[in-house]
């Protein structure tokens, strides 16, 4: 039956304000930010030192913002009661990861630990690495290949900065450091100095470096559609190229793995992080595809550690009064005779300031990695829904007015006058993140960043390359997640101990 014509408007105009009302009151309340453009959201409008961006962002919108990625909500967090509801209060409802295709792809979608899911997999991985493999007693055990690259990195400085065609020319820092964040890593994971002490690579190493590559350049070449699901077709994923990818990295891995087994077979288990996680296979349940996701997990620490040493140098050049500080302590506890060990570092507390403040101003993952909301999530009122991405802003957050007196000012000291943790339990500085997230690998980062930072001014004078003023020095970030220096650092390095004895490096055979 047909409703008479004038009753038509009095039922559907109140029912349809009624659903209006219904949807109004029932849909999120999203956190602000700046106006989505259709399909690509705020692709175009994030510029390329994204978390500088947020920033900028937050000031206009608030500490928490909506940032459209193509059609996934991504919120960014920038101040320090926020940190603590996503990393503490709310952890467990966004301790999830983000895979793109290439992550999902490296990762066997999620065996290794960086790309998992919180869940029963990521519990048992996160384990094995905080029991066994980053340990205490593991970490003490493997100081000595620590101690031996640290010494390697100052024979080759010495040998650059004193050869007659080279004296009073500078270096690039980051190349010496990079030399001892990836000897290191890959003598602690796998057991192997690809290089030998002529700098020479052999085929493993030249291998090994070609599949990081590779995996970079792979990783990049999705970048564009991921955000954008319906545009995918225009950039298929490249499936031959990721499985020989992945059938080379397995097939470098298994030829260690197996150098190992005999080798622990001839004379019992070693310490490095390849015998740990084979003797451990059987304990702890673990696939072959989760060792090697876990042993190529571990490269992650190498970028990081070299870069957070780099930006502290530059720090350093640019403050001579903190470089001339931390030198007195080094004189004053260590002395002329001998060399600096990771052993001095509780009589070294201006050093291990100045390595901290040089993770509160220059974070090397200032967005940390991208948390998902495995459930609808409230944070600071607003509505987080299921799917969604959390980042937390850690640069902006350790720069805040309100928790740091004059925070653009590189001043180690401010941590005499207020000693701030920054393993994950202080929420106004989060360079390793907090939570169940937390970088497992913090106290071997700081032991290298410190111990590299700790040799490279016990042995050498820094200044800046001849003609350039120390304030010249260009602090300008690379865009990325992890943030490099645009410019590598250059100095001019003088050594300033008297024995040259001391420049020699230490090796040891493990
Ligand atoms: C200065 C050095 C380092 C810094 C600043 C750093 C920082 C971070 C940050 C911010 C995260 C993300 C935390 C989160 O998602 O909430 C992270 C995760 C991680 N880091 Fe580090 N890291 C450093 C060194 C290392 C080293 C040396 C290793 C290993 C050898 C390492 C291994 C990892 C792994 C495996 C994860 C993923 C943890 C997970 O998803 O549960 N990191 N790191």
Known sequence: MALPFPLLPTIAIPSLLLLLTLYILKRPKLPPGPRPWPIVGNLYQIKPIRFRCFYEWAQIYG???????????????????????????????????????????????????????????????????????????????????REDEVTAMVESIFRDCTQSDKRGKSLTVKNYMAAVAFNNITRLAFGKRFVNSEGVIDEQGIEFKAITTNGLKLGASLATAEHIPWLRWLFPLEEEAFAKHGARRDRLTKAIMEEHTLAREKGGAKQHFVDALLTLQDKYDLSEDTIIGLLWMITAG?????????????????????QAK?????????????????????????????????????????????????????????????????????????????????????RPERFFEEDVDMKGHDFRLLPFGAGRRVCPGAQLGI????????????????????????????????????????VPLTAVATPRLADVGLYKRVPVDM
């Open 326 to 410: 931390a030198q007195e302590e080094l004189d004053r506890v260590i002395g002329p005779n001998r060399i600096m060990s990771e052993t001095d570092f509780p009589s070294l507390p201006y050093l291990q300031c100045v390595a901290k403040e040089a993770l509160r101003l220059h974070p090397p993952t200032p967005l940390m990695l991208p948390h998902k909301a495995s459930a609808n999530v409230k944070l600071g009122g607003y509505d987080v829904p299921k799917g969604s991405n959390v980042h937390v802003n850690v640069w902006a957050v350790a720069r805040d007015p309100a928790h740091w007196c004059d925070p653009l000012e590189f």
């Open 63 to 145: 500490p928490i913002i909506s940032v459209w990625f193509g059609s996934t909500l991504n919120v960014v967090v920038s101040n320090s009661d926020l940190a603590k509801e996503v990393l503490k209060d709310k952890d467990q409802l966004l301790a999830d990861r983000h895979r793109s295709r290439s992550a999902a792809r490296f990762s066997r979608d999620g065996k290794d630990l960086i790309w998992a899911d919180y869940g029963p997999h990521y519990v048992k991985v996160r384990k094995v690495c905080t029991l066994e493999l980053f340990s205490p007693r593991r970490l003490e055990a493997l100081r000595p290949i």
């Open 447 to 486: 032991n290298m960043v410190q111990s590299m930072l700790g040799h490279l001014l016990h042995h050498f004078e820094w200044a800046p390359p001849e003609g350039m003023k120390a304030e010249e020095i260009d602090m300008s970030e690379n865009p990325g997640m992890v943030t490099f220096m645009t």
């Open 302 to 322: 190498m970028d990081t550690t070299a870069i957070s040493a780099e930006w502290a140098m530059a720090e350093l050049i640019r403050n001579p009064r903190v």
